[in-house]
């Protein structure tokens, strides 16, 4: 069975202080990964997808990288609007993509 | 009107009661998703539909019943809940199901009392 699982659960940075957020999987035959950002009371935007390792994707201040094993997003020098809930899935079998449980990420004046 | 669109936004509603959720998208997508949305948990795929046809439950209980009558509406008709029911359920569609960049709807908050 497919498992995402992502780290840390909540990450509070001050505005400026970049970091990275986790997300490891276990699949067999990755057709692709995705990240997603969720507003409180919204449904999930898509923001990337990479297909193999090695690849990279960048928007404004979100870089994301992709290891056969697990992913990162990267945010530098966030501002409060990158405040929000990251969710990693993946996508082996045709039909299904499998959330990790995200990463909220709350960034302070 | 653009992108996908679910109504209700929110809803209350009792556990003998039936209620229906809605989800309408206007992208020419065609594969439609139902999905589950508990606090601190993973979304919970529900239903896929793909050409208006089911290809995919995933072990969804029967008080749960979907129905997509054209690619641009999907339903998700409520019967009978239960109080662990409650949570936000999000509609999703693609180009098809390969799935590649999901456009999810908003999300109709349910509330079993």
């Known amino acids: 069975e497919d498992q995402v699982t992502q780290s840390p659960e909540a990450l509070r940075l001050q505005e400026g202080e970049s970091s990275s957020l986790n997300c490891s999987y276990t699949v067999s035959g990755l057709r692709g990964l995705f990240w997603y950002r969720q507003d409180p009371g919204k449904g999930p935007e898509f923001l990337f997808t990479?297909?193999?390792a090695g690849e990279e994707k960048e928007k404004e201040r979100l870089k994301a990288t992709l290891t056969k094993k697990e992913s990162f997003l990267h945010i530098t020098a966030p501002k409060p609007e990158d405040s929000a809930t990251y969710l990693c899935?993946?996508?082996?079998?045709?039909?299904?993509?499998?959330f990790g449980a995200g990463t909220t990420v709350t960034v302070r004046a | 009107e653009t992108g996908v669109t679910q109504t209700p936004r929110h809803l209350v509603m009792g556990m003998t009661n039936k209620k229906s959720l809605k989800c309408e998208q206007h992208?020419?997508?065609?594969?439609m998703y139902w999905y589950k949305q508990s606090a601190k948990k993973p979304l919970e795929l529900m239903f896929v539909?793909?050409?208006?046809?089911?290809?995919e439950n995933n072990s969804v209980p029967s008080r749960f019943s979907p129905e997509c009558p054209n690619s641009s509406h999907l339903f998700l008709h409520l019967h009978t809940l239960q109080p662990e029911d409650s949570a936000l359920y999000l509609c999703?569609?693609?180009?098809?199901?390969?799935?590649?960049?999901?456009?999810f709807g908003s999300g109709t908050r349910l509330t079993v009392v």
């Open positions: 539909y793909s050409l208006e046809e089911r290809v």
């Open positions: 899935a993946v996508q082996a079998s045709l039909e299904k993509l499998s």
């Open positions: 990479l297909y193999s």
């Open positions: 992208l020419g997508h065609n594969a």
């Open positions: 999703a569609s693609s180009q098809d199901i390969r799935g590649s960049g999901y456009t």
